[in-house]
């Protein structure tokens, strides 16, 4: 049974970097939008997490902000979730 991947923002579709001059900023989304995102679309947090081999507890800790998600996995799941930004000048931005 193929799993058709629902259409969620991820870390490529939120930083256009063509080149420094071309960087857009883009709108990032609480932890409280992210949850909404997935209330509106029926998706569970789970199954967005483990579709892209991401730990779901984790993921709740992301989104719940027990875990600061500066670096390493946490962070990953930030990005894809829309809440972070990879950094262009070694800065992270937050919601």
Known sequence: ????????????????????????????????????????RGITISEW???RQFNPALVYQVL???RKA???TSFKI???????TLPTDGTVTTA
């Open 1 to 40: 049974m193929e799993h058709k991947q629902p259409n969620v923002p991820s870390a490529e579709l939120l930083v256009d970097r063509a080149s420094p001059e071309t960087t857009r900023a883009v709108k990032l989304k609480s932890p409280e939008e992210a949850q909404q995102w997935f209330a509106e």
């Open 70 to 72: 500066v670096r390493g």
């Open 64 to 66: 719940a902000g027990t």
């Open 49 to 51: 997490a483990l579709e």
């Open 78 to 84: 930030a990005v894809a979730l829309g809440i972070k």
